[in-house]
């Protein structure tokens, strides 16, 4: 059961039967979608969040959730490369809402555009975690498959986690994932034992940008700059 769906669904059927006695037509649309969020609430399971050394010699971390470029993605660390599983693409994650938010505008206007959009969400939870739920079940963790993303660590130059975000550097391209807020905490650890010499988080990225701004300064000396040569 995921509350934060069945508290939304909850909330927009008190607001449709509110609307509703000014706008009986409009029940047509806010009912249905307000059980919608209900049932998709009691049947979306909670997510596993993070997994630190599962019970699997290969694998080191898995991360349940990451945002590449508005796809969702779940994160596999091997023990030499990592595996990002497609979850959901662009198309349920924003395309997806984005319509159902204006049916609901046609119909309810303001409010209607907001129950569309929740829903729309509540869709994405629904069927993110459902494939996750089948890529667990059928073993396929360490598989690639079409819509996935594999990485060697041996082609990575860096790695930086910057607040809620990793950023996976090569030397020829580069690509970051967003976390949920509190995941970069829990993961460091694990990072910088995995990358090693290659992970950089926020302390370390400030220390040699203050290093690098000190060597300018020392370059730079400022009783030497603003003066004009004389003749």
């Known amino acids: ?65 990451g945002v590449v470029r508005a796809s969702i993605y779940q994160l596999v660390f091997l023990n030499s490369k990592l595996i990002l599983k497609r979850l959901s693409s662009v198309t349920v994650t924003v395309i997806l809402a984005f319509v159902l938010a204006v049916v609901g505008l046609e119909v309810l206007g303001i409010i209607g555009a907001l129950m569309g959009g929740i829903t729309g969400f509540s869709l ?19 598989s690639v498959g079409e819509s996935d993303i594999e990485i060697e660590y041996d082609d990575l130059s860096e790695v930086r986690l910057v607040k809620s975000r990793l950023y996976l550097i090569t030397h020829s391209n580069s690509l970051s994932a967003s976390f949920p807020r509190g995941y970069s905490r829990k993961i460091e650890p694990m990072l910088a034992n995995i990358f090693e010499s290659k992970f950089k988080n926020d302390e370390s990225i400030r220390a040699v940008e203050a290093a690098e701004k000190e060597d300018e300064k020392g370059q730079h000396p400022r009783g030497d700059r603003g003066k004009l040569s004389r003749r």
């Open 1 to 65: 059961m995921r509350k934060n769906i069945l508290v939304a669904g909850v909330t927009l059927l008190a607001v449709a039967l509110l609307f509703g006695v000014s706008y009986p037509d409009g029940l047509l649309f806010s009912i249905p979608i307000s059980i919608l969020n209900i049932i998709l609430g009691l049947v979306t399971r909670t997510p596993p969040g993070l997994e630190i050394q599962p019970e699997s010699a290969s694998i080191r971390l898995v991360i349940d959730r």
């Open 124 to 142: 994405q939870e629904f069927l993110t975690q459902r494939l996750r739920n089948k890529i667990g079940s059928e073993m396929q963790l360490t």
